[in-house]
């Protein structure tokens, strides 16, 4: 992987001259930084170039050929199809654990396809393969469980692998937001209410299973469903993956203009600095910081911390870039708070004496004429609204 | 890549392992509407849409990493946002719906038939 | 194609050395005088009086007010025509009369000949309308009179149904008479129809009455058929349907824009034959015959009315009127046919009524025998003589039926007449019988003082004057078919009359004797026990069946007056052979007298030859002669074999010939069968028809049926698919969903794919 620097944009240049026999200036297009066979650093294929076959993306197959061998891919799919289609839950005797086997199977295949074009430098970590296949298998857990808790449970274990993905893509903030919300918060939520409707286990018995969770519907046309989906997905995403655009490089050090006080710090903790002192940083951006009295001091003499951490970009980013996306989150947060309270407004359960005092109360109300009493913490009675089991 | 995590910048991530990332993603979102279609379970239904929320939320991920953008992981606190927000309502419901019929199963209500 | 006017020129260079006063030449068509509207009101009077008898039917009303109200609007109708004749046809001048109604159908889309189509609803009044119309109406009034009473046990419901029918009857018939165009006259022509139909299933409880009545209607749209064919060429050929504009052009050859009209074959021969077709199916002739005789199933007024003396003519009349265009073929193919054609069937029918034993359709049968020789007559080129032959026949026939009536109405319906004997020689039936008597020597055509036989005359003297010249092939053949006919005619007319009113007094109650004071409308019955007319001389009927108390009921005052009324009518009209009309414009007299004469001022005047000779001699004069015999001859044999000795009704002298010849009892019996006529029709045409019919029932059951319900199955099917999809079930739709997003996916992956 060629790392492209800001010096190589005279790499923009063509060599040749343009149509007009002039140099043309070239737009600030983003720079390729994987220099293709055939293309030069502007995507476009040299003079005299032929593009390699499944590479020029434009001919069938192309772009996905450059990841993936197409027919192994689609055999993966129908492999992994049959193998979460035998893994969903049924009556008596199940061959879970055999689909689950082969789905497993496919998967790890899967990976190991996507490996082969890649070639050695390309390839992702090997916590990368232990942290998807540990994602996946949960997943596949979580809806082929009969029993709810469980699938909670596995669940978690499903974010915690993909934050353990996160963490592989310098995402460690979200990594661990993700684990605090989603599995701290959420999923406890969502064990509360799988509690508290789960039937009463009758005597005798140890637990009741219920009889939708036990029996998967459809699961052949689900399956297929799924699979077609992603199958069209997948092969539309990886034909288009060459095509996308490559990353900008952005100089990572014009943000350390952005926080003086944590650079002060540092410097003053590796001793470069006095303490009441602060450094110039109009020049960070070419990678000098000028200390007090003139020094300069070269990107390679920096001390180890100074440099932005993922924390710290992401939230420039939200509260720079996206301050009113914040704003509106905490409006939606609030009016989910508010609905949820709303919504379970239970009817709560009077006692017999309680009940006589009220209606005895409503009487009365009625007798002078008076709107119904409302009570002040919402226990009117709406006989008229009753459906059954008191809403 | 060869470190676990870095500090500071990461370098620009390939297309091929973007790929890997994308396949990963993809796979879960497909095994998370499998479930959402095969189980009968309310709360097992959006368990499952939490899943594919997950699974959109590493594609944000990896492509705000491909593209050296932190605009991928602002995103996914959002998502994050609108998930808790979505699944406190739902739950809420589905306590509803649990009171009414006395049964977890989707396949309870089906008024609007024929 | 030699234009008719020429013709005149022509005979009367040969004609007027041989006989005394030539034909006159035609009138001249193209003249038109306009008349008051004043005489709409002839035809108008009989719709009032429909509408008075449908107010009369909607209030219930149980008296015999409709008749009344019908006898005077045909009565005022009667004078009106009366007053039209007197005014402006009873002097020389004859230019026809054109009366203008309201405007009725006009549609022109373009302004070349036969671009424009107008028919109005306006008379047309000449001599041979005013002629007709005096007879119809006149008639038409003595008949509802008659009506009155011989219908008077229905009162109620039927009554009025009766007389409203009655007055639409009059009303269709002068519409048809006095109509100035094709499409009006066809308007009449379906009007008679209609009212045939209503009339002669008055008694629709009786299923051989609602059988006859169909019968008889179908018929007549097969005719009709011919005559819409016929009115469509016409049109074409000519671009008008009215007569004003029609028969200059007949006349000329020159249509109204200048052109030459193409006298092709379809024009002079098949247009002719179409209408002729037309007029058989009206006229009972030829092949459609068969309905006349069971059209007796109606009331006895109706027959007389309409089944003797004005639907049937309609058809002679609309040949009359269409007399032009017969003749603008010089070879007279179509008048051939018509002469032929009559004459056979005048003679097939007299063989029927020769062994019927049911005297009203031995009557029919004599209309139909009768009709034929009208047709012949117009064929044999004797316009005149047929036309009077139609209005003698009018008033005798009608006289005949009526008796007939007054007999069927006095003994509970009997008909047959085996079981009927000395009817004249009972009290009361006087008037009766000498209406009969009358009726029946008019009919025999007895000499001299009787207008059949001047009528009949005229038509069997023609057919012998015809040359060579006058086309008409086989016209001397003609005339001994119809003379041979003429005797049998003579000889069943009086069967019937020495049998059922001569000889000793005897008689058995017809089916309707069973009848009570609150019997149903359904029968043609007696009117309870006996009004106290009704007793005869014989108390204790011979052969009789002992029906307890069965008078005989002889007929009041209205029916007597009537019979009486056309008796002396059919006798009075032989004054009018002796009357001579005026002359006319040319100074010409026409022979045969007023009816001949004003025949000969209207369109239908022909140029009848005159120079045949029959035995050497003059036909005219030798044909009263030989024509008297033969009708003596007739009567002789009748008396011979069916009055004198007879001493029961139902045995005669013509038993004993039955033993003696051999055969004869079978060709009786096939006679009496109606020559199986009405069989064969069954099989050729009714059957298959029916089978037919059933055919198409099952086509139209299960195929156009079927092919509806298939289509509406496809929908039904389609919902049944597509029902289920909604079920209500929240995993289906997601289902649904995933698989329709994967399938969209896919085609677009693919759609890319294969663009790129």
């Known amino acids: 992987m060629v790392v492209v620097g800001a010096d190589t944009a005279d790499r923009i240049k063509p060599a040749h001259g343009g149509p007009a026999g002039g140099w043309v200036e070239p737009p600030p297009a983003p720079i390729y930084p994987v220099a293709l066979p055939g293309r030069d650093g502007t995507g476009h294929l040299r003079r005299g170039a032929r593009a390699a076959p499944g590479t020029d993306g434009n001919g069938p197959g192309s772009g996905l050929n450059q990841i993936i061998n197409p027919t192994v891919f689609f055999v993966l799919l129908v492999l992994g199809a049959a193998g979460v289609c035998l893994a969903l839950p049924r009556r008596g005797r199940t061959p879970q654990i055999v689909g689950g086997l082969v789905a497993g199977l496919a998967a790890g295949l899967l990976m190991l396809a996507l490996g082969l074009k890649a070639g050695r430098e390309h390839l992702p970590n090997v916590y990368f393969y232990i942290f998807s296949l540990v994602g996946l298998a949960a997943a596949l857990r979580v809806i082929t469980h009969p029993r709810p808790v469980y699938a909670a449970l596995y669940f978690i274990l499903t974010v915690i692998a993909s934050a353990g993905l996160f963490l592989l893509l310098s995402a460690e903030f979200m990594a661990f937001a993700l684990i605090i919300v989603y599995a701290g918060a959420i999923l406890i939520t969502y064990l509360f209410v799988i509690m508290l409707a789960t039937q009463a286990p009758e005597e005798g018995q140890e637990e009741v299973l219920a009889e939708y969770d036990t029996q998967a519907r459809e699961p052949i046309a689900a399956t297929m469903a799924g699979f077609l989906v992603l199958a069209a997905l997948t092969a539309m995403a990886f034909r288009g993956l060459p095509n996308v655009p490559a990353p900008a490089v952005a100089n990572p050090d014009a943000m350390l203009a952005s926080v003086p006080r944590k650079v002060d710090r540092v410097l003053r903790n590796h001793g470069l600095l006095e303490s009441g002192q602060s450094a110039d940083l109009s020049r960070v951006a070419e990678g000098v910081v000028v200390l007090p009295g003139g020094k300069e001091l070269p990107r390679p003499e920096w001390p180890e911390q100074l440099r932005m951490t993922n924390g710290e970009l992401l939230g420039f980013n939200l509260l720079r870039d996206h301050p009113g996306t914040i704003e509106i989150a905490g409006v939606i947060l609030l009016m989910a708070m508010l609905g949820a309270v709303v919504l379970s407004r239970k009817q709560v359960q009077l006692d017999e004496e309680a009940k006589s005092r009220r209606v005895t109360q409503l009487a009365e109300a009625d007798a002078a004429g008076d709107p119904a009493v409302d009570s002040p913490l919402g226990l009117t009675q709406q006989p008229a609204h009753t459906g059954g089991g008191g809403v | 890549m060869t470190t676990l995590a870095q500090a500071g910048y990461p370098d620009a991530m390939s297309h091929l392992t973007l790929a890997h990332y994308v396949a990963v993603s993809a796979i879960m979102f497909a095994i998370g509407l499998i479930g959402f279609m095969t189980r009968r379970n309310l709360i097992i239904m959006f368990l499952c849409t939490e899943l594919m929320f997950q699974a959109a939320g590493i594609a944000l991920v990896a492509f705000g990493r491909y593209h050296l953008d932190f605009s991928g992981q602002t995103f996914v606190i959002f998502v994050l946002t609108v998930a808790a927000a979505e699944a406190a309502m739902a739950l809420a419901l589905v306590v509803l719906l649990f009171r009414r019929r006395d049964s977890l199963s989707a396949e309870e209500w089906r008024d609007l038939e024929g | ?756």
Not at chain 3, 313 to 324: D, E, F, K, Q
Not at chain 3, 517 to 522: N, Q, R, T, V, Y
Request: proline share 4%.
């Open chain 3, 1 to 756: 194609m030699i234009p008719t006017a020429a013709i005149p020129a022509l005979l009367s260079s040969l004609a007027v050395a041989q006989h005394d006063g030539a034909q006159a030449a035609p009138a001249a068509a193209a003249a038109l005088r306009d008349g008051p509207p004043m005489y709409l009101l002839i035809a108008l009077l009989p719709l009032a009086g429909l509408v008075l008898c449908g107010l009369c039917a909607a209030w219930r009303v149980k008296s015999k007010l409709p008749a009344w109200l019908t006898v005077a609007c045909l009565a005022a109708s009667f004078g009106l025509t009366l007053h039209l004749f007197l005014t402006h046809f009873n002097g020389a001048d004859t230019t026809p009369m054109r009366v203008l109604g309201f405007r009725w159908l006009h549609w022109s889309w373009g302004s070349g000949v036969g671009e424009s189509f107008t028919s109005n609803f306006a008379f047309y009044v000449d001599s041979l309308t005013c002629v007709w119309m005096l007879f119809v109406t006149g008639l038409a009034t003595l008949i509802a009179l008659y009506s009155s009473e011989y219908m008077s046990h229905d009162l109620g419901a039927g009554y009025n149904r009766y007389f409203a029918a009655f007055c639409l009857f009059v009303f269709s018939m002068s519409v048809l008479v006095m109509a100035d165009n094709l499409t009006l006259l066809f308007l009449g022509w379906e009007g008679v129809g209609l009212c045939s139909y209503l009339l002669i299933g008055y008694f629709y409880k009786k299923p051989e009455a609602v059988a006859a009545a169909k019968k008889a209607f179908i018929m007549n749209r097969i005719g009709d058929l011919g005559l819409l064919m016929a009115m469509f060429s016409i049109f074409t050929a000519f671009g008008t349907v009215e007569y004003a504009r029609l028969f200059p052009m007949i006349a000329s050859g020159v249509d109204a824009s200048g052109n030459q009209i193409q006298m092709s074959t379809w024009l002079t021969v098949v247009t002719p034959l179409l209408l002729t077709a037309g007029a058989f199916g009206k006229s009972a002739q030829l092949l459609l015959y068969t309905w006349l005789p069971d059209a007796m199933e109606g009331p006895t007024p109706v027959s007389a009315l309409i089944h003797a003396a004005t639907m049937v003519t309609a058809g002679v009349y609309l040949i009359a009127r269409m007399l032009p265009l017969y003749d603008a073929d010089p070879d007279r193919t179509v008048l051939t046919f018509v002469a032929w054609g009559g004459a056979i069937t005048a003679f097939w029918a007299a063989t029927i009524g020769m062994a019927y034993y049911d005297i009203k359709r031995v009557m029919g049968y004599s209309t139909v025998s009768q009709l034929g020789y009208m047709f012949a007559g117009l064929g044999l080129l004797t316009s005149g003589g047929a036309v009077f032959h139609v209005f003698t026949h009018a008033f005798f026939k009608a006289t005949l039926f009526l008796c007939c009536g007054a007999v069927m109405h006095g003994f509970a319906g009997q008909l047959d007449l085996r079981r009927l004997s000395g009817v004249w020689k009972m009290k009361g039936w006087g008037v009766v019988g000498f209406a009969m008597l009358v009726g029946a020597l008019n009919l025999a055509g007895f000499p001299l003082v009787t207008a059949g036989f001047y009528s009949k005359d005229m038509i069997l003297a023609q057919a012998f004057s015809n040359t060579d010249e006058a086309s008409i092939a086989g016209s001397r053949a003609v005339g001994w078919l119809l003379l041979l006919t003429a005797g049998m005619t003579a000889y069943y007319t009086f069967r019937v009359f020495f049998r059922v009113f001569t000889g000793p007094p005897m008689y058995e109650p017809g089916p309707d004797a069973h009848a009570h004071a609150h019997d149903d409308h359904g029968h043609d019955d007696a009117h309870g026990h006996g009004h106290g007319h009704g007793h005869d001389g014989a108390a204790s009927p011979k052969g009789g069946t002992p029906e307890e108390h069965f008078h005989p009921h002889a007929p009041g005052w209205a029916m007597n007056l009537v019979m009486a009324a056309c008796a002396l009518l059919s006798i009075a009209a032989v004054g009018v052979y002796f009357v001579h009309g005026h002359a006319d414009a040319h100074g010409h007299e026409s022979h045969g007298g007023w009816v001949v004469s004003m025949v000969d001022h209207s369109s239908a005047a022909m140029h009848a030859p005159h120079g045949g000779t029959l035995f050497g001699r003059d036909p005219h004069a030798l044909m009263y002669w030989l024509s008297g015999v033969v009708g003596a001859t007739g009567i002789a044999l009748a008396w011979f074999f069916h009055g004198a000795g007879r001493t029961t009704s139902h045995t005669s002298r013509a038993d004993t010939l039955f033993g003696l010849v051999p055969g004869l009892r079978t060709v009786h019996g096939a006679a009496n069968a109606k020559w199986y006529v009405d069989e064969i029709y069954d099989a050729l045409i009714v059957r298959p028809l029916n089978i037919l019919s059933h055919v198409f029932h099952l086509i139209d059951q299960y195929i156009v049926d079927g092919i509806v319900n298939l289509l509406g199955a496809f929908p039904r099917m389609f919902g049944r698919v597509i029902r289920p999809m909604q079920s209500g079930e929240m995993h289906g739709y997601a289902l649904g969903m995933a698989g329709g997003v994967g399938v969209i996916l896919l085609v677009v992956f693919i759609v890319s794919l294969l663009v790129n």
